[in-house]
């Protein structure tokens, strides 16, 4: 059974950092899409990063050069780190994975997700 778990939400102050991980189980996704998404209360459900099997990343507009993916196929995980917070940056965060390893395409497992909450 395939599992992706997220850890490393809490409550932060603005301008503070935080380091998500989510780690996966039951099959190896060293070499498939990877995503982080948020859901913030009354919107939709939004990409924030993604990373291809082969490493090159994605990121919205609205976290660039704040956020930073990463994975480590040994460990079977992948990071978002998480700097210079801010409030809007406040939601439900989930972790995804892809069958394939290319940059762009659909995500076929997602982890329960962690909250992040920035106060200001």
């Known amino acids: 059974q395939v599992q992706l778990v997220e850890s490393g939400g809490g409550l932060v102050q603005a301008g503070g950092s935080l380091r998500l991980s989510c780690a996966a189980s039951?099959?190896?996704?060293?070499?498939?899409?990877m995503g982080w998404f948020r859901q913030a209360p009354g919107k939709e459900r939004e990409l924030v990063a993604r990373?291809?099997?082969?490493?090159?990343?994605y990121y919205a507009d609205s976290v660039k050069g704040r956020f930073t993916i990463s994975r480590d196929n040994a460990k079977n995980t992948v990071y978002l780190q998480m700097n210079s917070l801010k409030p809007e940056d406040t939601a439900v965060y989930y972790c995804?994975?892809?069958?394939?390893?290319?940059?762009?395409?659909?995500?076929?497992?997602w982890g329960q997700g962690t909250q992040v909450t920035v106060s200001s």
């Open positions: 995804a994975a892809g069958l394939s390893g290319s940059l762009f395409g659909s995500y076929d497992y």
């Open positions: 039951g099959r190896t996704f060293s070499s498939s899409r």
């Open positions: 990373i291809s099997g082969g490493g090159i990343t």
